[in-house]
């Protein structure tokens, strides 16, 4: 398997969450070049298309609040 972000070697990891009650086990894909990590869950995520917020203060639409905690953030010095 080819990695989408560099195109080099990819291979099979598994990952255990001992720290549930229930040992769950699953098989993520990691680049040995650029580290580029691949499982299920990150597949899910990336197809989905983005959530938009409106915010009712500003009557604004953005994806996933960035714009929000942008202006938060340079408010507070940051």
Not at 34 to 50: F, M, T
Not at 62 to 73: C, D, F, P, Q, T
Request: glycine share 8%; with cysteine.
């Amino acid at each position: 398997m080819g990695c989408p972000r560099c195109q080099g070697l990819m291979v099979a990891d598994e990952c255990v969450d001992s720290e549930s009650s229930a040992e769950i086990s699953i098989v993520a894909w990691r680049c040995l070049s650029c580290g580029e990590r691949l499982d299920p869950v990150i597949l899910k995520n990336r197809s989905a298309p983005p959530v938009l917020i409106h915010s009712r203060a500003r009557g604004q639409t953005n994806v996933y609040g960035l714009e929000v905690l942008h202006r938060k953030m340079s408010q507070s010095g940051l």
